[in-house]
């Protein structure tokens, strides 16, 4: 181990351990009230490591969704964290066989801590691998608190899965401000109420995902022909 590059990493870590506790500890929770013990609940922090997603997993299981929904659902809500990698990727593949490991567990956190590493920092590869690494056990280990502490906490915990939605609003309105282009925002939010009218609170994630992920795939073409018309 590299003990310098691994106490750099854990004092950068320690914003997303924060949150990590927290936001886990609720999704913890929530597998415990839906039936599924904590082997199961850890597994899934181990194996599928992407918060938003495993929060809507648990809604799917219980509403016994095809195989099909629940990975395109996945594949949808996690394909930013794929594009993420695209960014590291020179520093990825010098990392020779942790390579898979930095692209599997790369999320919106892990991928905001390396964006602020300094580019001449020394071991620098080292610091974003034990990163990675530091941010999955703060999610799993939420996740194991949530999943036993809910089989010992008196009081009722209805409403705590809207923690990963007040999380996402509070990023909303950090890059609400960060960017004056708002039209993704407010297109996305068009189409899930339209959706939502046309399809029902029990279907209408699908169809939105897909509707506004092809909007934004296509927008981008369009700017482009504009500029080169231009």
């Known amino acids: 181990m590299n003990k310098p590059a691994f106490r750099d990493a854990l004092t950068r870590s320690l914003p997303v351990l924060c949150s990590y506790l927290f936001i886990g500890t609720a999704f913890g929770i929530m597998m415990n009230e839906a039936g599924y013990g904590w082997p199961l609940s850890a597994l899934s922090s181990v194996v599928i490591y ?8 648990v809604a799917l299981l219980a509403a016994s969704s095809p195989l099909g929904t629940i990975a395109l659902t996945a594949l949808l809500m996690s394909s930013r964290q794929v594009f993420y990698s695209l960014t590291f990727i020179d520093e990825f593949r010098r990392m020779g066989r942790r390579m898979p490991y930095m692209i599997a567990s790369m999320t919106d956190e892990t991928y905001a801590l390396n964006c602020s590493l300094p580019p001449d920092l020394e071991n620098r590869e080292d ?58 925002a407010v297109g996305g939010a068009a189409v899930a109420v339209v959706c939502l009218l046309i399809f029902g609170g029990s279907s209408f994630m699908l169809p939105a995902l897909l509707i506004t992920s092809a909007a934004l795939l296509l927008r981008p073409a369009k700017a482009d022909r504009r500029e080169e018309h231009a």
């Open 50 to 57: 992407t918060g938003a997603f495993q929060f809507v997993l």
């Open 127 to 184: 610091v974003m691998f034990y990163l990675a690494i530091l941010c999955q056990i703060y999610w799993v280990a939420g996740t194991l608190l949530g999943a036993i502490a809910g089989n010992v906490i008196p009081w009722d915990m209805t409403g705590i899965d809207f923690s990963m939605t007040a999380l996402f609003v509070i990023l909303l309105i950090n890059q609400w401000e960060g960017t004056r282009d708002h039209l993704p």
